[in-house]
């Protein structure tokens, strides 16, 4: 707690030089870190419980691909200003393709969820690629999207939308966490949690949908920002030990506080601002590791 | 089955012919110099100094003369077309940096003859020019235009200027990126009277922070690229009200300073410089 007060701290005024900045550039950098780290904690947690797999994160269903290909799509046709609006249909439709894939001969389960947006998700990979190498003249502004770029610069018009948007990913997150009480018996096996008169399916679909648009949301904002998704609930299922119930908040909460010191080693390590998708592997890395060798 | 072996061996003599036929060079092709040129910088140059009748080729960002624009084009300047550029027999091919050092290198390895340059300075474009006549034989020409310029470039640096404004240069919108001082944009602004608020960068061309700009608080904000982003936009951009260029509408884009001018190592930058000191002249 405390080290997340310091950094957020140091995070706003570190190398600023006047309140003007804090206030400016610095404070919303610091709403949309918070609320990509949130959003990839939380989500990654749920997903590597939904679909009952480790290496379950955010992105593992397709959808970043999706939102990034019509941020990048967005782009490339001069549409700057709608990046993030493309970035959010580019998820949606993916989201619905991969829901109805998984549906595919008539009966539905995890395995197939997950093939269908790890499949949908190269598809998009490959689109992206190809509008990539031919449009290598905007490649600053696709890597920004591929690798993560939290230092948007936002018009006042474009912060008063950003600003309705964190407050309907606040309201989804909170239905995510009211959602986990349920999903943590899924852990169970799916036989168990409908003995307990739970529609595992009903289930899936909402966590799948809700999870969906705040990851499509991150995206289409930030870029993809690997790890955080991953590392974070492990981290925070390995510390937190037994209790499931706050694993989710922890998760989100670790998310944010991690997302928010890579962001700073970005800005300030060298003269030139790093990719925050590079820093987040770098030091989340040996981070889990460091974790993981303490919890043998 | 006697039939069928002989029918096979005509159908294997007409294919053979036919490759023999079109490996053949036609004989009017081959003239005295080809040239195929990928960088518009350089066509630009070869155009100024009387060469653009032996170009056979360039690629699709040559687009300045017009006359240009009628040649054959082999390819963009990232991702040229190798079978296209040995098809039409060069005698000599013009390359740039950048991307183009590996497009060099792949030429040399086909045997293609490759002069490349790379003008990073006003000198080095004046120096090149020369250079470049000598290759293509337009010598007079080529020193004629170099020494006209070096003395545009003087007058351009005598002309008395009051207060250097400080100037903004943004290349790129997202990420922001900017020019220093050793960059030839950079040294085109500041030859024209400018103060570039990053005269020192990491590396010529560079990502800066927003906020690196607002504490320079420029007074002239210049925008060369892409074309969609407008002085609007930037007005409108978070925090960035109180830059002084901001509060005195001194935005300006491609409507007022086409980005060729500036950006481009070729004679037109006589033409930039004047729009530029012009520019910060004004108050």
């Given amino acids: ?296 | 089955m006697f039939k069928r072996k002989c029918f096979s061996k005509f159908i294997f003599h007409l294919l053979l012919l036919a490759i023999l036929l079109s490996c053949s060079p036609s004989k009017t092709e081959i003239s005295k110099n080809r040239y195929i040129v990928t960088s518009p910088e350089l066509a630009e140059i070869i155009a100024a100094i009387d060469g653009t009748q032996n170009i056979v080729g360039v690629t699709a960002e040559c687009n300045y003369p017009l006359n240009l624009e009628q040649i054959v084009k082999v390819g963009n300047f990232g991702k040229v077309d190798f079978e296209k550029i040995i098809s039409l027999n060069p005698t000599l091919v013009f390359t740039s940096g950048l991307e183009q050092e590996l497009l060099t290198n792949e030429l040399q390895k086909l045997d293609i003859p490759t002069a490349q340059f790379y003008p990073k300075s006003i000198d080095e474009m004046v120096t090149s020019i020369r250079e470049i006549g000598k290759l293509i034989g337009t010598e007079k020409r080529a020193n004629f235009v170099a020494d006209s310029l070096q003395i545009e470039i003087e007058k351009i640096k005598e002309k008395p200027i009051g207060e250097k404004p400080s100037v903004y240069v943004e290349i790129y919108n997202n990420p922001i990126m900017s020019v220093s001082d050793k960059s030839f944009v950079g040294e085109v602004v500041q030859t024209a009277g400018g103060n570039n608020i990053f005269s020192e960068l990491p590396r010529e061309y560079s990502r800066v922070k927003a906020e690196a700009v607002i504490g320079a608080n420029p007074e002239i904000i210049i925008l060369t690229c892409p074309p969609e982003i407008t002085a609007e936009s930037i007005k409108n951009r978070k925090g960035w009200e109180v830059i002084s260029a901001i509060q005195n509408n001194r935005i300006y884009t491609a409507n007022e300073v086409n980005p060729d001018l500036i950006i481009r190592a070729t004679p037109r930058v006589i033409e930039g410089m004047k729009i530029l000191q012009k520019l910060f002249n004004e108050k």
């Fill in chain 1, 1 to 296: 707690m405390m080290f997340s007060v310091i950094i957020i701290y140091f995070y706003l005024a570190f190398g600023a030089e006047n309140l003007h900045i804090i206030q400016q550039i610095r404070l919303p950098r610091l709403v949309l870190t918070l609320l990509v780290g949130f959003v990839l904690g939380g989500v990654g947690h749920s997903f590597q419980i939904m679909l009952n797999n480790p290496l379950a994160e955010p992105y593992i269903l397709g959808i970043s691909s999706g939102a990034a290909f019509g941020s990048i799509l967005a782009t490339i046709s001069g549409m700057f200003i709608l990046t993030p609006i493309f970035g959010f249909i580019g998820a949606l439709l993916t989201m619905i393709l991969v829901w109805s894939l998984s549906h595919l001969g008539g009966f539905f389960d995890k395995t197939k969820l997950l093939l269908s947006g790890i499949i949908v998700g190269m598809f998009f990979s490959a689109l992206i690629s190809l509008l990539i190498y031919f449009n290598q003249r905007e490649i600053g502004n696709i890597i920004n999207i591929l690798m993560g770029n939290l230092g948007r610069i936002f018009t006042y018009n474009e912060w008063k939308y950003f600003i309705i948007i964190f407050g309907i990913s606040t309201v989804l997150m909170i239905w995510l966490f009211l959602l986990s009480s349920q999903l943590n018996i899924l852990t169970t096996g799916d036989l168990v949690a409908e003995s307990l008169g739970i529609n595992v399916k009903k289930l899936r679909r909402k966590i799948f949908i809700i999870s969906s648009i705040l990851t499509g949301i991150t995206v289409a904002y930030a870029g993809i920002i690997g790890f955080i998704g991953l590392v974070v609930p492990h981290i925070t299922r390995m510390l937190s030990g037994g209790n499931k119930r706050f694993t989710m908040i922890l998760s989100a909460l670790g998310g944010a506080v991690l997302l928010i010191f890579c962001d700073f080693i970005a800005m300030h390590i060298t003269a030139v601002e790093l990719p925050v998708g590079v820093v987040t592997a770098f030091i989340g890395c040996p981070f889990f590791i460091y974790i993981m060798a303490k919890n043998k």
